[in-house]
């Protein structure tokens, strides 16, 4: 008498097969959830290295400015007005006191706005702008407002200035 191989699913009905086939519901909400989690670290993550990022760019391009100024001053003899302010820098100024020795431009583009799309603040030495805490000796400051787009401001709001 010959035997007859059976496959060893043929005697399992249609639904215990497909369990022991692949992943559970559950099992693939499981890796869902851990998936989300892990992916709401990595923005989390991401957006904090942006901001520092950006803090960098305005204290870089704050140290740029400084040395253009200070090309400025060789040239011109002062350091630009309040309201000639960083555009002194790309173009000539046509307030008084226009510099006859303008020798600019002494930047190679016109001035960028800081890394949150706000104008840079210059106030040039005895301008009531001046932020308080200025040291003595200082010809000017720089202000960036930082994320809040306002004066003061703490974290991440902090105002970025020149000389901190």
Same mark, same amino acid.
């Given at each position: ?19 022991? &086939? ?15 989690? *892990?992916?709401?670290?990595? +923005? $989390?993550?991401?957006?904090? *290295? ?23 001053? $060789? ?18 100024? $046509? ?28 106030? &040039? ?11 003595? +000796? *200082? ?26």
């Amino acid at each position: 008498m010959k035997r007859i191989r059976r496959h060893r699913d043929a005697g399992r009905m249609p639904a215990q097969r497909s369990l022991s &086939a692949g992943f559970t519901f559950i099992e693939t909400l499981a890796v869902l959830a851990v998936t989300a989690i *892990l992916a709401s670290q990595a +923005g $989390v993550a991401a957006s904090a *290295l942006m901001q520092r990022a950006r803090i960098a760019g305005a204290k870089t391009q704050m140290e740029q400015f400084k040395i253009a100024l200070q090309s400025y001053y $060789v040239d011109c003899g002062s350091f630009p007005t309040d309201e000639q302010g960083l555009s002194a820098l790309w173009q000539k100024p $046509v307030l008084v006191p226009v510099p006859e020795q303008w020798n600019g431009p002494y930047t190679d583009r016109a001035i960028p706005l800081d890394p949150w799309g706000t104008a840079y603040r210059y106030c &040039a030495k005895g301008s009531a702008a001046l932020p308080a805490g200025t040291p003595d +000796g *200082l010809p000017f400051a720089i202000i960036s407002y930082g994320a809040d787009r306002a004066a003061g401001g703490e974290g991440n709001a902090k105002d970025i200035i020149s000389w901190e």
